[in-house]
């Protein structure tokens, strides 16, 4: 099946301005920026406009504090909105020729705001004259980088694994499982006791796949680490690698009652509502929200974090830690110079520090000073060993693929379709062009 | 003693040095510039590959044969039919009950009728995610716990969650908002029946069915036609109730073609595809439109 649209060989490109100009419309070329500053909060006269996504409104917001002590002169105008809506109002900005100085930007492909996507329209400034590029690691090159340029700034990696009521453990009996077939012997017991032993919100589209991420890197990557290449080369197919093991072992989690009943009609609060107050033993999440399920809880220790085990040898236990949603400066930015500044001090160590806590990352590069969220001890190792890889979507070709997965994954749950079928879809969405 | 007469114009002449339409100009200046020429300007995307940001080419007609192959879009048609017909079926039933009901004697009949409108006045987005708590699939809580609280367990669903049953939770979240609105319609209507049509009517031996069969219901004509055509352009634009509510999921069980351009804009970067996926919606409402006003027209005439 095919979808979308594609360049005609031999025909040229046209502007956006050029064709509302060649149609009479040089009236809504030059009010449409206008139109849109309306709606974005203004930021003329020098003030750095930074438009980010709630998850990174505390950070953010630190920073610019931060920074102000030592920048009194430089004003800062900053919006944040959950990232459906924030995509839509910077994407028609940046058609615009309006967006922010300073804008949220996500690494990699495989989104309609990814690195990748915006960097091959020319929207983004690169930079690579900054020093703290040159201690990001080479493993994330294709997060922060295209075409051997700098786009992103982000402080690290998160990770997805288990987040567990430690309480509820206890009184069960159990400890975290380091292996697959103690996981299922912790879930049985858990649910003999009464106890939901995964919570899983999967009407919230996004929580659909971290099960999937936890479980693909022992499944695919361990055994084929140039998997990414060959989907892109064309010689893969999920439907015919350790995706289907991994979707399979999805499924067979559901088969056996270990999560809550109706995960379709669950949302993301009420997953974590189920956590916290230990209606449920665990749930496969982000690390990120590490902070959420904290705040739900009575108390922040009651909560800890482990890998999700998707293999039986615990030595060799790979996980996904993937590069957190940073910061772009745009190329057309009316203040860059004081965008690539305020970015500049977000890459010294203690702010890269300071961003990656308020998130539960791991920062890209660590030093003494660097201080890890407790909860994420258990996995340090394991990135170190270079047993992680990023989050799957981030090397996807489209924006199409991701939400294909949520929905495969959604229908897989209830009944609609099988693993085959499932993983079938994500194949079409991935050869759809990007 | 006769008035003098006055020199100035007298009241029925219309003057032509000021035609009465320079009246609306500013207002319809305005409109085309905001409304009418984005709309037309907006056509012209739906023959590129634009993607929203940067440069495109024009595809000539790709992006409508593409539609014509995309599964997810026809299945987001069918579903956009059904919903319709499901809101505009049980939102106009239910407002004209409503709106007999409050059009009685009875001494509550103005706060009744302010406590159905009250639905209609909130935003969409608020009134999916209240009902995303009514829907809530845990058996002690929402509509599951009152089911069970009144002996009627085996009825508990899991309502969003369900992908045979989304798209009629969907609808009748809708029904619940906008059926006061219908109501407000139905009750103008019947409002200017005049009362002495019933009262010959009751002399004649008209019982309360045949009074409202033979007068009230073919004086309706007009409210009905009005509340036809306003809840069959919003089912068939239906977006964000759906998008709120369920994201057009499970897997793509409550998708409308609203949801579905909006994905492609927004979330897939196709804005090309998307608009034309929206120009198809939008000659396809105003079809739907135009022929569902010559009959009801038709009808309002011969009634």
Redesign the interface.
Known sequence: ????????PG??????RG??RA?G?L??ATALPTGLAACSGGGSGGTVRVVGVADEQQPITEMIAAYRRSHPGTAFSTSFAPT?QV??VV??Q??GGNAPDVHVLYPGSGS?MSMV??A????LAHLDDQAWTRTIPKGFDAAYRWKGRTYLYSAGSSVIGAIYNKKVFADAGVKPPTTWSGLLDVCGTLKARGVVPIALG??T?WVTQLISYALVPNAVYAKDPSFDDDMAAGRATFAGSGWADALGKYQDLQKRGYFN???????YE?QTSMVATGKAAMAVQVSAVLAAFRQAAKSPDDLGMFPFPGGDDPANLWIPAGVVVGLGVSARARNAAKGRQFIEFLGRQENINAWATAVSAVPFTRDSTTRLDPALSDFLPIIDADRAVPFMDQRWP???VQ?AH???V??L??G??DVNGALEQMDTAYGKSS | MKAPRTAGPRLGRRDPAVPPWMFVVPALVVYA?VVL??SV?GV?YAF?????????????L??FH?LL???RALASITNTLLLTVAVVVAQNGLGLLLALGVNAEIRSRNLLRVVFFAPAVVSPVMVAFLW?YV????NGSGLNGVLGAVGLGGLRQ??????SLTLWSVAAMVVWQYAGYSMVVFLAGLQGVPPELHEAARIDGAGTWQRFRYVTWPLLAPALTVNLMLSTIGGLKLFDQVYAA??G?????SETLSTVLY?EA?????F??STAVALVLALFVAAVSLLQLRYLRAREVAA
């Open positions: 099946m095919t979808t979308g649209s594609r360049s005609q025909r040229g490109t046209v502007s956006r064709v509302l149609g419309g009236v809504a459906d995509q839509t994407r028609t940046l058609a309609a996507e915006l091959k329209a020319g929207l999967a009407q589209p009943d109706h995960p379709d009609g669950t949302t009420q489209n924006a199409e939400p949520f929905a495969a959604q229908d749950l209830a609609k379709t | 510039a020429y984005p300007a012209v590129t590959d634009w993607s929203g940001i940067g440069s495109f080419s024009f595809v000539g790709a992006n593409t192959h995309d599964d995303k829907y809530n699939p845990d899991d309502w969003l969650g369900n992908p369920t994201n999921g499970p897997g793509t069980s994905k927004f979330v897939y970067g196709k090309g595809y």
